[in-house]
C-alpha cells in the first residue's frame, strides 16, 4: 500500500507510537507502509478517525490563523480610525477654545463701549451688540469643551486597548507560525 509517507506526514507519529495508538504491533504497522499486509479492520477504523481528526486539526489551524490575520487587519484600520476621530476632536477643541477666546474679547469690548457709549453718541454700535449677545445666547461653551475633551479621552483609552488587542492578535500569530 506503500501510505508510509502519507501516514506518518499526517500523523506526525513513528512506527511504535502509532501502533500503540491502533493497539497493533510494531511490525504490522511497517507490513502495511510497505504495502505487504492490510491492518485489522478495527485498526483501519481508528486510523481513519485519527486521520480525520488530524486533517480537521489542520483546517482548524489554518481557519485560526486566517481569523487572526483578519482581526489583525480589522484593528489596524480601527487604529486608523481612531487617530483620525482624535484629530477631529483635537481641532473642534481648538476651534472652541479660539471661539471662546474671541467671545471673552467682544464681551470686553461690548463693556467699554457700554462704558463710553454716553461719549460715543454718533457712532452705530447696534451691530458689535448683536454680535456679542448672539453668541452669548449659544449653548454653555464650557458644557461642550468638556464634552469634547472627554470624548478625546475616551478615544485614546479606546487606541490604547485596541493597540493591546492587536499585540495580542500578533502574538497568537507567531506562536501559530512556530507550530507549523
Known sequence: MKNKNNIRALTGMSQENLALLLQVSRSQIAMFESGKRNLPIQAMEKLALLLTLSQKESTTTETKKATRTQEQEFLQNCIVKNKHQQLLVARKITSFIKKQERIAVLEKMSRLIMQEEKNLKN???????????????QPNFNTQLVALQLKK???????????????ETNSLLTK????K
Open 176 to 179: 501559530d507560525k512556530k507550530t
Open 153 to 167: 479621552k475616551v478615544l485614546e483609552y479606546e487606541e490604547q486597548l485596541i493597540k493591546e488587542q492587536l499585540k
Open 123 to 137: 457712532y452705530d454700535l447696534s451691530l458689535l451688540k448683536y454680535r456679542t449677545t448672539k453668541n452669548q445666547t
